[in-house]
């Protein structure tokens, strides 16, 4: 979402929307691990043998990141975990301004993190288009967090309406010195208003970004909306695969088969980045049916190894 949007809408495509989210702001298959069967004779030798005994509990995978929004109503997030950026983003033609403070990103006291997009500049803010119509945030643990594989997740509910574009995403940490999309941009969630009831995976990189982007949608069933209540978004982060879940229900595992002999970059640390989004190319412009303020509403964001 940094630098791309992502990918289309339907449960299971491969196209993306139209334009990139590179320059945002002054710019989680878990691999299934399969046990190699040993020889039928030893298998009856170790059946049978009386002294024979389980081998020890696996371990539970170590949280490396983890952030439950615990902490007093109206107090900002921890410093120590995330940072605030400032600004617009012309390349999509996002029309909000990301603030620091409070104002769009706080805690409400009931353990969640409420990222808000409000119709209003009281601080007079200057965007691409002129003075800037409506405000939100937008956080990252640049500096802070990064990680090589594992799995990655986080538990919201998405804002509904025209125009909104939430996303839970995760950038290459060499963007600086290696540019985007060469760095890598590994997007988690990403939700349009006008598709209140479907999010999309996308992998960009050199060669597959932008409307390139390699992705698949996913659809809630029995018309529900992902701002109806809480759901689970994830990726499984492995060597050689990134599968994509929603509230546990697998839909996309992508590979480096998938690129065509393009270069896999999914192989060297990344950041996290929660941001919401108003308007642009891809979710068009808020019109008179978007009701403002809305709210992302983040209960949790947990890594493990």
Known sequence: MTTTPSTTAATT??????????????????????????????LTASLLAPSAQAGPAASPAAVTFSDDFDGPAGSAVDGSKWQLETGD???????????????NAALDGQGHLVITAK?????????????CEYTSARLNTAQKF????????????????????????????DIGSAGWPACGELDIMENIGKEP????????GPGYSGEGGIGAGYTLPNGQKFSDDF???????????????????????????????????????FFLIMNFAVGGYWPGDPDGSTVFPQQLVVDYVRVTA
């Open 119 to 131: 119709k209003e500049n009281p601080g007079n803010y200057q965007c691409w288009y002129g003075r």
């Open 13 to 42: 495509t491969t196209t993306s929307p139209p334009q990139h989210r590179l320059g945002r702001t002054r710019r989680r298959t878990r691999l299934a691990l399969a046990a190699c069967a040993a020889g039928a004779t030893a």
């Open 146 to 173: 990064t990680q090589t594989y594992g799995h990655f997740e986080a538990r919201m509910k998405l804002p509904s309406g025209q125009g909104v574009w939430p996303a839970f995403w995760a950038l290459g940490e």
């Open 197 to 204: 009831g479907t999010v999309h995976g996308t992998l960009h």
């Open 231 to 269: 759901h689970t978004f994830a990726v499984d982060w492995s060597p050689d695969s990134i599968t994509w879940s929603v509230d546990g229900n697998v839909y996309q595992t992508r590979t480096p088969a998938d690129l065509n002999g393009k270069k896999w970059v999914f192989d060297h640390p």
């Open 89 to 103: 983003n012309v390349n999509n033609h996002e029309r909000q301004y990301y603030t620091s403070g409070t104002d």
